[in-house]
């Protein structure tokens, strides 16, 4: 081993495997295990990012100005709590950064964005995982976990593997009873899926308190995954954090301009939601046929239970959907060896993904 000192927690981070994105021998495979948006970018978006290309000699506008102002228009906030980033991946590194170290804790739920962990101990602290019940947040087991440590509570709502969410009243309550010194990071990265009536993604909350941020992406509905772009709602002494320890330039100029297209086409993100309501609800229906359960998700994106099958049911599924040119998601990383994560993709990839299932349990049971 190396003699150079490593940094504690260092060597404890499992690296994040990525959903994978080919398939050997396949030339054409349907990819279904990274919640990217099912219409990728906006047709705007495309033409923003192409309008750049003569001037990728500059660098790009530092404070991603004109980015921000598009972001408070779409969504009516406060250009000033605006802050982009690469990916919200950046973000949720940045925090664990500037409030944990060695000693402290950082929470986040059972089945949470694996990323909660990895950043903790990236900086040092120790992630502390909340039990979750049926597959969802659960405000007390998160406040009964909290200790004289605990620094930073991520909660993502949805959440990403399960897509089930908590509604503003529970978010509420769980701010109510955590202490001041606790910053609380509301990852809202399917935020624009979601059209319950009781859900919010938490913008008013950041307006209220000190110690709230929502965090936001590009990835998922806007279809921007490849081009590294999230973005976070904070309290301006947070801003003031975030902007001392950042890279100067962190958001490309591409990004900056696909972004700014894509968070404006108001109709393009219709589509794109209407799309995942319609297919996301076929799929559940589709899939409980076949005797799976899923949670109910209001994500882009369905977890497969095969609880009630013999062990290594999902394993043998996913090798089976490959062999067919379909990547999904295994879930072992997240503590759910019997469940395969699916993303909502076309209406023919959803039909070719459940089509394939019906013929492998038709084969296995
Ligand atoms: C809950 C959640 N948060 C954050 C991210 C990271 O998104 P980004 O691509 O913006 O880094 C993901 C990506 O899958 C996610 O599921």
Redesign the pocket.
Known sequence: MTLLSIQPGIMGISPYVAGESEIKGVKQVIKLS??EGALGPSPDAIKAYKNVSHSLHLYPDGNCTELRKAIAKTFSLDIERIICSS????I?SLLCQAFAGPGDEVLHTEHG?L?YPISAKACGATPVSAFEVSLTANVDSLLESVTNKTRILFI?NP??PTGTYLPISELQRLRERLRDDILMVI?S??AEYVSEHDYSAGAAMVEERENVVM?R???KIFGL?GI???WAYMPPKIIDIMHRIRNPFNVSAAAQAAGTGAVLDLAFTKKAQQHNLKWLSWTREQVKELGLSAPNSVGNFLLLCFDNMPRQTSELADLFLKNEGIIVRGMDNYGLPQSLRITIGTELEMRTVIECLKRFLAQNM
């Open positions: 990274s919640n990916g919200s991946d950046e949720i964005f990323m993502a959440n990403n990852d990265a399917y965090t992406t590009f990835s995954g590294r772009l999230g």
